[in-house]
């Protein structure tokens, strides 16, 4: 196993095995396989497919060495990633939970944990003093997402650890936007992170995945414990692809996010377009807090359309994006908050939360970034 030494250009390449310890394949194969013969009666290293599989342990350590954990944990999807750190709760307990949440996150949050005997108070998180208002007796843990989806609030990661620690509160990071190469939030002091790593790590919109990691062992012996028992793992298939798709994230996200930075500098001035979020412009307004605990932008953004009728002449000009609820891929994609992303939240709460209906959200891919913006332009006339 590659030692954490290497930096992280070399991690994501090489990851925790790179060649395949049995045959010294170049990568570690697709173990198709449900169960392992035990010799002479004794399990070995792999006794049955759910407990582990190798092509699934290569994601898993690639996650931990990435960002800094003890234990990495490979899922179906970022929404088990997500259920099942929040399966760290009792009943009897209560969470915090960010309001600028991705809308899946807030389903989950608002309409199951609650049904499992969780209570819920969401906030603004960007506001130290209203989550220290929220904290009750009852409350175990934070559930945060910075920069949040879609508006891009920024919250104070250190400013979240202190609280958790004088009130002995767990604190997960949903860290989807950032991966760990522009952001790691366990060398900050947040407990658990978590990936919807069907975006910038798998980054070929092709696979379902979810991650997790911790720096905790005992954290990490109860998470182990809870995907053993509820099964919903990452398929010898897809953790292949995601494994393949890591090698790439650094050239994928680097080229990405220049071509963000040119597209929201594009958009801010275009008559059309009433405001633009991203965390790379001169005059985004959390900008010093994110980038002390961030060191990029990411290449996602979002814009507000100054006419609600422009949403439909944009997703109807368009060519190069596709128009779909999901980011991070080599390709850009261009949602439309309000419809498709956050359609599970409902519409009063949108409002609330700043998400409109002339909200869209584009996910840059590495194209080249003059052919999306003729594209995008033409869009916007
Ligand atoms: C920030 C964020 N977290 C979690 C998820 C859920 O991940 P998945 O779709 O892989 O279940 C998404 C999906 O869009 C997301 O954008």
Redesign the pocket.
């Known amino acids: 196993m590659f030692q954490p030494k290497y930096r992280p250009a070399t991690l994501l390449v090489h990851q925790g095995k790179d060649r395949d310890p049995a045959t010294g394949a170049s990568t570690v194969p697709i173990y198709q396989a449900s169960t392992y013969h035990h010799e002479d009666g004794v399990s070995g290293q792999y006794d049955y497919a759910r407990s582990g599989n190798p092509s699934r342990e290569q994601v898993e350590e690639a996650i931990a060495l990435l960002e800094g954990g003890v234990r990495g944990f490979a899922y179906a999807?970022?929404?088990?990633?997500?259920g099942s750190s929040l399966a760290l709760l009792n009943s009897g307990d209560h969470l915090i939970a960010s309001r600028d949440l991705?809308g899946?996150?807030w389903r989950f949050i608002t309409g199951v944990l609650p049904q499992q005997g969780v209570t819920i108070t969401l906030v603004d998180a960007t506001d130290v003093n209203a989550v220290k208002a929220a904290i009750t007796p009852q409350t175990k843990a934070l559930f945060l997402?910075t920069p949040s989806?879609p508006l891009f609030q920024i919250t104070d990661l250190r400013a979240m650890v202190e609280i958790a620690k004088d009130n002995d509160l767990l604190t997960m990071l949903?860290n989807?936007?950032m991966t760990p190469l522009m952001q790691r939030p366990l060398d900050l002091g947040i407990d658990v992170t978590?990936?919807?790593?069907?975006?910038f790590l798998g980054g070929h919109s092709d696979i379902?995945?979810?991650l997790v990691t911790t720096a905790d062992s005992g954290l990490a012996k109860r998470l182990k414990y809870f995907q053993n028992a509820f099964g919903a793992v990452l398929s010898p298939f897809d953790s292949f692809l995601l494994s393949r798709g890591i090698k790439t994230l650094k050239v994928r996200l680097e080229t990405a996010q220049t071509g963000a930075q040119k597209l929201a500098e594009r958009l801010q001035d275009h008559p059309a377009v009433g405001r633009v979020w991203f965390p790379g412009l001169a005059d985004f307004q959390s900008r010093e807090l994110h980038f002390s605990q961030a060191s990029g932008a990411g290449a996602v953004l979002s814009f507000e359309l100054k006419e609600e009728s422009q949403v439909k002449s944009l997703l109807n000009s368009v060519k190069l994006p596709i128009i779909a609820?999901?980011?991070g891929g080599v390709e850009t994609i261009i949602t439309h908050c309000w419809s498709m992303?956050h359609a599970a939240i409902p519409a009063q709460d949108k409002l609330q939360q700043g998400i409109s209906k002339r909200l869209m959200r584009i996910s840059v891919g590495i194209e080249d970034v003059e052919d999306l913006w003729e594209d995008l332009e033409e869009g916007l006339s």
């Open positions: 999807s970022g929404m088990t990633a997500i991705y899946g996150s997402e989806n949903d989807t936007f978590i990936h919807s790593a069907t975006k379902l995945a979810g609820p999901s980011l992303s």
